[in-house]
């Protein structure tokens, strides 16, 4: 079930949370710890469905807190500002946005590119812009973005998802430093996973077509990432993290200060091999 512990489970007991892409990965592992500390929940994602079988699992496992449910295409901005409202509706302001849903395509249609971007990157900050007035006005609350490390790096085959999370990146640490600025208590966090194996994108193609991190890459578990997104909002401070093996840490670290022999490393360890076999099945 759930490996909280009891000291982080009263740090998030009674707060309210808004979760996107919840339905399934790390949306609904996640779900499941934030349920198991007392975190009331608004759900996202696009599948009712998958929605309503996750809060019935979760209140199955013991939710106390109230589950609710808003099913939204995160690609539309019309339905982005709806959810907004609803969290507002439902918590006056949350305690805690979680912009988690994330989307990639590896082919490069005009509708792809902008459904990718409109997901990765529109959405959140439409959510974020919204919802921030009332965290402001209330002088608390926590907002993580969970981006990616292809966020700091090159990423061969996969430029437009690339494009998304260097903007995601970019934004969360202009809010961040807006916040700071301004003395605001509002925490802003970044967490950046890198392939992660047991849920979510790269364990899908992983199950699906036995595609897998080269091993000079490699990857870190579901369950790890989650119980670190935890750990982050029960510090209810500003925090960012690269989670990720040593190799793909030095990577991000380097690419600023040597691109080039950054690039040639990757290139050595075949970080890109992921992506273009993705690629090549989509064509």
């Given at each position: 079930m759930t490996h909280t512990s009891p000291a982080l489970r009263?740090?998030?007991?009674?707060?309210?949370a808004l979760l996107t892409g919840a339905s399934r990965g790390l949306g609904s592992l996640l779900a499941q710890e934030l349920a198991a500390?007392?975190?009331?929940?608004?759900?996202?994602?696009?599948?009712?469905?998958?929605?309503?079988?996750?809060?019935?699992?979760?209140?199955?496992?013991?939710?106390?807190?109230p589950i609710h449910l808003h099913p939204c295409d995160l690609?539309?901005?019309?339905?982005?500002?709806?959810?907004?409202?609803?969290?507002?509706?439902?918590?006056?302001?949350?305690?805690?946005?979680?912009?988690?849903?994330?989307?990639?395509?590896?082919?490069?249609?005009?509708?792809?590119?902008?459904?990718?971007?409109?997901?990765?990157l529109q959405a959140p900050m439409l959510l974020t812009d919204a919802l921030l007035p009332a965290m402001q006005a209330r002088n608390s609350g926590h907002i993580l973005n969970l981006a990616s490390v292809a966020g700091f790096l090159p990423v061969e085959f996969g430029d437009m998802y690339a494009a998304g999370k260097h903007g995601l990146v970019g934004f969360t640490r202009s809010l961040r430093a807006t916040m700071q600025r301004q003395g605001s208590a509002l925490a802003v966090s970044l967490i950046c996973p890198?392939?992660?194996?047991?849920?979510?994108?790269?364990?899908?193609?992983?199950?699906?077509?036995?595609?897998?991190?080269?091993?000079?890459v490699g990857a870190i578990p579901a369950p790890e990432v989650?119980?670190?997104?935890?750990?982050?909002?029960?510090?209810?401070?500003?925090?960012?993290?690269?989670?990720?093996?040593?190799?793909?840490r030095l990577s991000?670290?380097?690419?600023?200060?040597?691109?080039?022999?950054?690039?040639?490393?990757?290139?050595?360890?075949?970080?890109?091999?992921?992506?273009?076999?993705?690629?090549?099945?989509?064509?």
């Amino acid at each position: 079930m759930t490996h909280t512990s009891p000291a982080l489970r009263a740090c998030l007991n009674g707060k309210r949370a808004l979760l996107t892409g919840a339905s399934r990965g790390l949306g609904s592992l996640l779900a499941q710890e934030l349920a198991a500390c007392g975190v009331e929940l608004l759900l996202s994602a696009r599948n009712h469905e998958q929605l309503q079988q996750l809060r019935q699992s979760l209140q199955a496992g013991g939710a106390r807190a109230p589950i609710h449910l808003h099913p939204c295409d995160l690609g539309n901005s019309t339905e982005v500002l709806a959810l907004a409202q609803e969290a507002k509706n439902l918590f006056g302001a949350p305690d805690i946005l979680i912009n988690n849903a994330g989307l990639m395509h590896t082919r490069s249609s005009s509708a792809a590119i902008c459904q990718m971007l409109a997901v990765n990157l529109q959405a959140p900050m439409l959510l974020t812009d919204a919802l921030l007035p009332a965290m402001q006005a209330r002088n608390s609350g926590h907002i993580l973005n969970l981006a990616s490390v292809a966020g700091f790096l090159p990423v061969e085959f996969g430029d437009m998802y690339a494009a998304g999370k260097h903007g995601l990146v970019g934004f969360t640490r202009s809010l961040r430093a807006t916040m700071q600025r301004q003395g605001s208590a509002l925490a802003v966090s970044l967490i950046c996973p890198g392939f992660v194996s047991g849920a979510g994108m790269y364990a899908d193609q992983a199950e699906a077509h036995g595609i897998h991190a080269p091993p000079l890459v490699g990857a870190i578990p579901a369950p790890e990432v989650v119980a670190y997104i935890v750990r982050t909002l029960a510090r209810a401070q500003s925090h960012e993290k690269i989670l990720a093996p040593f190799s793909t840490r030095l990577s991000c670290m380097c690419y600023n200060l040597a691109p080039r022999l950054t690039a040639w490393s990757m290139n050595l360890a075949r970080a890109h091999t992921v992506f273009e076999r993705v690629a090549k099945r989509s064509d």
